[in-house]
C-alpha cells in the first residue's frame, strides 16, 4: 500500500506559467518532506523540503506547502523554464526511521 | 569534491549470468541504499545498510544480494534468481538518522540491460 501518492503520472505547462505537482500521504507521523527532481539516465537531486512543523517552505523559483490536516503537500514552480522538465519525486521521512519513502514520481513538461 | 559513484554507467548481462554493480561514496555516510527504477514504478528499495557489516532487505530484495564490507562501498549483485533484472539501478548514500539530516545523495545510476 502506497504511504506517498503522486496521482498524476504528468503534466504539461506552458513556459512561464506555474507549475503545480501535488503530492499525498497516509502516515500523520511522517517528520519530513522533500522534493527530488531527476533527468533522464541520471540520478535523483534534492530540490526541497519542509519540516512538519512548517506549511510553507520556499526557495528562489520553488515553494513546497504542506497541509498536514489534509495530508496533502504540493509544489510550485513560477515561473516554470524549459530546463525544469524532469520527473519530480514527492518523499517523506517517516519520524526516527532512516528510510526515505518515494511516490512514484510526476513527468512535468514544459511546452515553448 | 565529495560523491557517490556509479559504475559501470551501462551494463549487459546474458540470461542466466549474475553481475556486480558498483557504488563507491567519500561522503562519510554511515547509510547506503540501492533502489531500483522502472517505467511507472517509481524508486523501489532493494536493500539498505545502516552500518558497516550490517544491511537489511528493501521491498524487492528478491533475486538480489549485497555486501558492507567498508564503509565507502555497498555493492549489488544482480543474481541469475532476479526475473526481471533489466531496469535502471540507483545507488545513495545519508548519514544516520539524527533527526537534524534528512536527504540522500545518489549516484548517476547503471542501466543493466539483460541480453
Redesign the interface.
Same mark, same amino acid.
Given at each position: 500500500d502506497q504511504q506517498v501518492k503522486q496521482n498524476s503520472p504528468s503534466l504539461s505547462v506552458q513556459e512561464g506559467r506555474i507549475s503545480i505537482l501535488n503530492c499525498d500521504y497516509t502516515n500523520s507521523m511522517f517528520d519530513y518532506f522533500l522534493w527530488y527532481k531527476k533527468y533522464p539516465a541520471e540520478g535523483p537531486t534534492f530540490l526541497i523540503s519542509i519540516s512538519s512543523i512548517k506549511d510553507k517552505n520556499e526557495d528562489g523559483r520553488f515553494t513546497v506547502f504542506l497541509n498536514k490536516s489534509a495530508k496533502h503537500l504540493s509544489l510550485h514552480i513560477v515561473p516554470s523554464q524549459p530546463g525544469d522538465s524532469a520527473v519530480y519525486f514527492c518523499a517523506a521521512l517517516p519520524n526516527r526511521d532512516d528510510k526515505i519513502i518515494f511516490g512514484k514520481g510526476t513527468r512535468l513538461h514544459i511546452l515553448p | 569534491d565529495g560523491g557517490?559513484t556509479?559504475s559501470p554507467k551501462y551494463l549487459f548481462r546474458k540470461e542466466g549470468q549474475n553481475v556486480t554493480l558498483s557504488c563507491e561514496q567519500n561522503l562519510n555516510h554511515d547509510?547506503m541504499?540501492w *533502489?531500483r527504477q522502472d517505467p /511507472?514504478? /517509481?524508486?523501489r528499495?532493494i536493500y *539498505?545498510s545502516?552500518i558497516v557489516n550490517d544491511f537489511q532487505k528493501?521491498d524487492i530484495a528478491e533475486g538480489y544480494s549485497v555486501s558492507r564490507e567498508k564503509k565507502e562501498s555497498f555493492p549489488l549483485t544482480v543474481t541469475s534468481a532476479q526475473k526481471n533484472p533489466t531496469a535502471?539501478y540507483?545507488c545513495?548514500s545519508?548519514r544516520?538518522?539524527t /533527526?537534524l539530516n534528512?536527504? *540522500?545523495?545518489? /549516484?548517476?545510476?547503471t542501466?543493466l540491460t539483460v541480453v
Open positions: - | 557517490i556509479q547509510a541504499y *533502489y /511507472g514504478q /517509481g524508486l528499495l *539498505y545502516q528493501g535502471f540507483l545513495a545519508s544516520a538518522q /533527526g534528512y536527504g *540522500y545523495t545518489f /549516484g548517476s545510476g542501466r
